[in-house]
């Protein structure tokens, strides 16, 4: 039985190189679809969930990977989740892992190993880049080294940002944030999406929650 497969990839050039790798293994290998980002990828699979395996990337717009991730296991744990990424360092492999995924393979690597990969996942195993197993082992050894708090500079908000902000997680709207930074409500909604497009958030709520996690505000 052929291993159904789908993409969360929101650039156009490499999920159109992935997909091209993948139906190199017709014999094995059935794509579904597609996914743009996290948000896409859950409403995709609210329609159809008949997916064995996501290969997922981290960096998207409005719903990272790892956060698909976390709510992919959650509503669709029979589904088997390999990061395919250009990111090998500590902290996103950490978080990944801790968010449900369960192999982790480099964009780089030859077509021949991420079949194998797609494989060896539906088998139970856990298929890794051999750079990223030598920091999983790591990792195991000393967890607690790669519990890192991520640096606000990392989300590179503006003070003004920043002041705006903590004037929503006080629960302020537009019309008076505008008010108290002397600054007109246009200017607050571009501020506002600004810093959910810096955040990688799409809503008031997860945008302050993160602000709060990190320490921004």
Avoid: W
């Amino acid at each position: 039985m052929k291993i159904k497969v789908a993409t969360a990839e929101d650039n156009n050039l490499l999920a159109g190189s992935i997909r091209e790798k993948l139906e190199l293994f017709p014999n094995d290998i059935e794509f579904k679809y597609r996914a743009v980002n996290g948000n896409d990828l859950l409403k995709k699979l609210n329609a159809d969930s008949s997916v064995d395996t996501i290969l997922m990337d981290i960096e998207m717009p409005e719903m990272d990977g790892i956060e698909a991730t976390r709510q992919v296991a959650q509503l669709f744990p029979q589904i088997k989740i390999i990061m395919l990424t250009v990111f090998d360092d500590d902290d996103k492999i950490f978080r990944s892992i801790q968010a449900g995924a369960m192999g982790y393979l480099l964009k780089d690597e030859r077509p021949e190993k991420i079949c194998e990969g797609i494989k060896e996942i539906m088998e139970g195993g856990a298929p890794m880049s051999p750079a990223i197993a030598a920091k999983s082992l790591a990792l195991l050894k000393n967890p607690n080294k790669f519990i890192k708090e991520e640096p606000q500079e990392e989300f590179a908000l503006t003070k003004r940002e920043t002041e705006v902000l903590s004037k929503l997680s006080q629960g302020l709207d537009y019309l008076e944030i505008s008010d108290m930074l002397f600054i007109s409500p246009f200017t607050v909604r571009k501020h506002i999406e600004n810093i959910y497009r810096k955040l990688q958030v799409h809503n008031k709520m997860t945008a302050v929650k993160k602000a709060i996690q990190y320490k921004i505000i």
